[in-house]
């Protein structure tokens, strides 16, 4: 029987973290669909958002979340992140994060929503220096056992209580038992037609604390970042909101600024706003993010990493305006869990994106996601203790179904497109209920044929895609990200 005392699905910042804190107790299995790196941290590009100027103080960054949330945000948990904000920047720096600093300072960014100078980065890779300074932690420490190419695919749970994990390793199937299993696996971006996401986030982790009867929460408020880099049948690519924090400004198709007719904060406006502008105004033509009018030696120095991803897309930074639109880029509800990261079923617990602390309520603030990864996974030494695992109850493996079900392929195009035109910016409520219906069919007819990574995939997109829909049929008035007409 192949038992750990911790097993924790997914490799980024909070997965990372979480191992790291709990090395000493037991012995840790971490395991990752893709490569250790392969993370949606590691192409955050921002920042962390933390109180860290004298003249900036915790009742501020409060007020931001709450603002930037519409109040929906569950108030214990934000002021137990804010709170431990410092403490955990202090945290990444000692384990080697080299923040940019200025003559022994933090240099502080400003984003959209917030108040205050106070994002923390690492040039415009913030994501990327955390992630291998965890990954070489991590590799360093001799109880923790990491296993790549590794695919969750479902938790071994009776009586709601959870005895371990069901994963796909070498194209075979194995049930591994732990006194806890930590869900890491971040996000869903690949649900929608167009996102940020990397390929990794394809809401395994929801649909498969769904399946297994955790709760869920807040699904309905799905954020959409207003810029992202928008090139016909080119993937992708964002376009951080440090830009406009550096006064990049936002032009419609006359190369006129829009944005003072949607909000008094104009491009740093909280993301929901600046997002829903963009959609209405790209219906009149394109839209474009222009910082072209600062110096170019600045912007190369601050953005080194979005100035070379352009320049190898054929675009400068420094002389023209970047064609954008939004895209499909957090989910702020996930798997219900308090703050020690508990979910409702005993011994499973969910940190990162893919929980629901209530921390962004209906609208994350920015840079508030590295922040709630790292300081709730940061909890947990609290609330586990190591237990012996004696008897285990008898679990079948997974086989596949044979069937005349549609391919992977075709079903994931159908869910995404349905998605981004339906369950997207702007809802309404016959598109939600024919699209729930549409879901609903696939997925009664979608079987796991083969025992392979997409198969998998498709059924959690699906399921996943289906939890979006219902929670937005069931709010019935417009807040934060969920806009309904
Ligand atoms: C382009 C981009 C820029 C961003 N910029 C910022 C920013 O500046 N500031 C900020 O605060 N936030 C930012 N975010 C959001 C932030 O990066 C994420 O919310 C955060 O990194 C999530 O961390 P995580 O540990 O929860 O998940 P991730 O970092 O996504 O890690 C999830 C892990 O789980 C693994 N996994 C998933 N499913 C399975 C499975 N079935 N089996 C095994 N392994 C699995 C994945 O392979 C991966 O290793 C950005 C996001 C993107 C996409």
Known sequence: ??????????????????????????????????KIIDSSTNYAQGGIAAVLDKLDNFNKHIKDTFVAGSY?????????????????IDRLLNLGVKFSNEQNKLQLA??????????????????????????????????????????????????????????????????????????ATGGLGQVYKHTSNPSISTG???AIATRAGAKTEDMEFVQFHPTVLNLPQKKRFLLSEALRGEGAVLKNYQGKRFMKKYDKREELAPRD?????????????????????KPASRIRKRFPYITKELKKRGLDLTKQKIPISPAMHYMCGGIKVNLHGQSNIKNLYAFGEVA????????????????????????IIKSVE???????????????KKCKCPSSKYVKSVVKKVMWDNVGIVRNVDDLKKTLEKLKKLDE?????????????????????????????????????????
């Open 445 to 485: 007819k979608y079987k796991v044929q083969i025992l392979n990574q997409t198969d998998f995939e498709t059924r959690n997109i699906i399921q996943t895609a289906l939890l979006i829909t219902k929670a937005a049929l069931k709010r019935k008035k417009s807040l934060g990200c969920h806009f309904i007409i």
């Open 356 to 379: 629901c602390t209530g921390v962004h309520g209906a609208n994350r603030l920015a840079s508030n996601s590295l922040l709630e990864a790292i300081v709730f996974s940061n909890q």
């Open 273 to 293: 706003i600046v997002s829903r502008a963009i959609f209405k105004e790209l219906k009149k033509g394109p839209v474009y993010l222009d910082i072209s009018h």
């Open 204 to 206: 395994d982790g929801i």
């Open 1 to 34: 029987m192949n038992k750990y005392d911790f097993i924790i699905v997914g490799s980024g910042i909070s997965g990372l973290n979480f191992a790291l804190n709990i090395a000493n107790k037991g012995r840790v299995l971490v395991v990752t669909k893709k």
């Open 110 to 183: 400003k984003e959209g929503g917030h108040s205050m100078r106070r994002i923390a980065h690492v040039g415009d890779r913030t994501g990327h220096s955390i992630e291998k300074v965890l990954i070489s932690n991590v590799q360093k420490n001799k109880n923790i056992t990491i296993w790549e190419n590794t695919f969750a695919i479902d938790l071994l749970v009776k009586n709601s209580t959870c005895y371990g994990l069901q994963i796909l390793r070498n194209g075979e199937v194995k049930n591994l038992f732990s006194s806890a299993v930590i869900l």
């Open 386 to 400: 190591v237990k012996k695992i004696s008897t285990v109850p008898k679990f079948k493996k997974f086989k596949p």
């Open 72 to 88: 929906h945000n569950n108030k214990k948990a934000v002021n137990f992140m804010i709170k431990k904000g410092p403490k955990l």
